[in-house]
Every structure is written in C-alpha cells, then in structure tokens.
C-alpha cells in the first residue's frame, strides 16, 4: 500500500497543475490538507473514491470567509468513514494586532477546524487513515488536536495519521506561536516541540518513519508527516521534490505488509 499525504497550499496559483500531478500520482491512499472548493471540484470528477470534511474557515475583514477541506483520496472504497470537530480557542490582544497586521498578506484568522479518517481494505485487514491539518496557533494547541485524533484510534486496528502538524523546529521561527496565542516559552528557540511530539507519538504507538527529512524548506522544519502504529511495516519513506506551487513537499510511505 502507498500512502501519500500533501498540504496543497490554501494560496496555491496552479490548481491545474496540482489536479494533473494527482490524477497521474501512484497512490492506494492520499491525504490532502487546504483543499480549496476550486481543487475540490477537481478531485470528485477524478476516478477516486472521494471523502472530504471541513479543515478551516477563514474569517477575514468586512465578513469575508473562505473555507478549505481535509480530503482523502483511495482507490478501494473505504468501509467506513469518520469525522472530528476542534475546538476553537481566544485570541488574546497580541495576536489580534499581528493579524491585523498580516492580513495585508493574506493571513486571517480561523475557525471551524476538523479532520477526517477512512477505513480501507489491505491484505485482509482494514487500516485507519487520517487527513489532518494541526493548527498553527500554537504548540500547546496543536497537542490538545493531536490528543483528540489520537481518541479515534481503535485498539488493535492498523493505523496511518497523516497530514500536516505544523511542528516548528527552526528556533528563530518559534515566536510565531507566541505571536498566535501560545505562552510565551512556546516561543522561545529552544522550545523542544519537536522532542514533546515524537514523546506523544512513542506513547500513542505510533513511528515516524520520515523523522528528520525537511518537508517545508521556509520553517525548515519536518511540519508533514505519515505515522504509523507498530503492526505496520513501512518500506520506504520518502520526500518527493515536486511542489506545483505549494509550500509543502508530497510525502509517501509504502507499507509492505500488516504485522
């Protein structure tokens, strides 16, 4: 089984392109994240079986909203599917003022956030995917969504939570949580995130076969990821070059077999 997992940017001018890469990708399953209702439309004429729920809505000034999609894409149909509702959090007067600020190039601020999983048929067996898109305000945030995907993990069921984490590990670029709400060790350099999520993975039986690859060169960070619980074997994990116009590199891993 090939499982890839790409945020494909909410921004991103080539669509086109993004829907062509897609529709030609070797894939069992792929998980997208910041799906706009443009590609959306583009991803159900596609010879897929297609499962989609709410990522974000953008709140922007004069009332403006914009909304975007976790999706996940398989060739078997899935035999169940399922959805997961965050939950919204205050943004203090700092953040307010930054995105006043940052609204100039294009930022907003952002509610309604949620997340997606499938059952697929392998080998015999059905596997737990997810499509998830951890929220950027920050890393104590992120961790309470990552508890919540990690409720919806079955005992005893193979498992792939993918999606984009939003994991910062390039020091100067941590402010960035303090300056979206975070307390303000979150935006120290030396805040360990990355060390607390691989902890959390440990502790939720789940491998990140793609630690320490950069999938996001701007943060220089590995912000992507596929993880997988134990009974899954992963024979390559790999980082793809190609963006077409997105931030995020594509990221697959190939399972061989079911432990």
């Not at 950069?214 to 993880?227: P, Y």
Request: aromatic share 12%.
């Amino acid at each position: 089984m090939k499982i890839y997992s790409w945020n494909v940017y909410c921004y991103n001018r080539e669509v086109p392109r993004v829907a062509d890469y897609i529709r030609h990708l070797d894939f069992d399953v792929l998980c997208l994240q910041e799906v706009t209702p443009e590609l959306l439309e583009k991803l159900r004429a596609m010879p897929f079986h297609l499962s989609y729920h709410i990522d974000v809505i953008r709140l922007f000034w004069r009332g403006r909203t914009e909304h975007n999609y976790v999706a996940i894409l398989s060739k078997e149909a899935p035999v169940n599917t399922g959805n997961l509702q965050f939950f919204n959090f205050p943004f203090p007067l700092h953040t307010r003022a930054f995105i006043a600020f940052m609204s100039l190039f294009r930022w907003s601020f952002v509610t309604e956030r949620g997340a997606l999983y499938i059952d697929v048929p392998f080998k015999g067996e059905t596997v737990r995917v997810f499509s998830v898109h951890l929220t950027l305000w920050g890393a104590t945030n992120r961790a309470k969504e990552f508890e919540a995907v990690t409720g919806h993990i079955e005992p005893g069921k193979p498992t792939a939570v993918c999606g984009d984490f939003n994991v910062i590990e390039y020091g100067p670029m941590k402010v960035l949580n303090w300056l979206l709400g975070a307390p303000l060790r979150e935006g120290m350099p030396w805040y360990p995130e990355r060390d607390l999520f691989e902890e959390r993975f440990s502790k939720a039986g789940l491998a990140n076969p793609l630690r320490g690859k950069v999938t996001h060169a701007f943060s220089r960070s590995q912000l992507d990821h596929i993880l997988l619980s134990k009974d899954l074997v992963a024979t390559t994990a790999v980082v793809h070059k190609e963006t077409h116009g997105s931030d995020h590199q594509p990221v697959s891993v190939e399972i061989a077999r079911v432990q």
